[in-house]
């Protein structure tokens, strides 16, 4: 049966207040609007998953570029009294993926946290909620609690 937190007019009725922030070089000037209206819960895609961002929404920013602006626009919101949290996209079929690799995203994203926006976090969403028992051990051991499914909006939903 479909989650009700999966259907989308529900999402954008009631889902104002969360954000899933994975195409902000497209969606920029609208996302930041919608934040100074609502505050919104960010759940924020790192420069980790710059590959999954380019082939999903493209990007016209090189990796060490998007690196650079996602840093800028994260402390921005983070001045704007959001708060961050970490959504990182593993694949589809984690069993496709080695554990090294797993442990990068996860651990890469959550640095990056920590080191450009001096902020600890507590929460992570995976994307698609797709994960197995060894990305969730990771997330533990950071001290993450994994968000299932919530109602929320796309910053993409928003781009012109
Ligand atoms: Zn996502």
């Known amino acids: 049966m479909r989650n009700i937190k999966d259907i989308g007019f529900l999402n954008h009725l009631l889902g104002k207040g969360t954000a899933h922030v994975e195409a902000l070089s497209i969606t920029e000037k609208k996302f930041t609007k919608h934040l100074e209206k609502y505050h919104s819960k960010c759940y924020c895609l790192c420069p980790e998953n710059y590959e999954y961002v380019r082939f999903?929404?493209?990007?016209?920013?090189?990796k060490k570029?998007?690196?650079e602006f996602l840093k800028e626009?994260?402390?921005l919101f983070k001045k704007m009294g959001c708060d961050l949290q970490l959504h990182v996209h593993l694949v589809r079929?984690?069993?496709t993926?080695?554990?090294n690799e797993k442990e990068k995203l996860i651990l890469e994203s959550y640095n990056f946290f920590k080191k450009e926006l001096s902020i600890t976090p507590k929460e992570i969403v995976?994307?698609?909620y797709i994960s197995d028992d060894f990305s969730e051990g990771i997330a533990k051991k950071l001290g993450l609690k994994i968000i299932k499914r919530?109602?929320?909006i796309y910053d993409f939903w928003l781009k012109d």
């Open 97 to 99: 993926l080695s554990n």
């Open 150 to 152: 919530h109602f929320h």
């Open 73 to 75: 626009k994260y402390l």
């Open 126 to 128: 995976f994307g698609w």
């Open 93 to 95: 079929y984690p069993q």
């Open 65 to 67: 570029e998007y690196y």
């Open 56 to 62: 999903t929404f493209g990007t016209k920013l090189s």
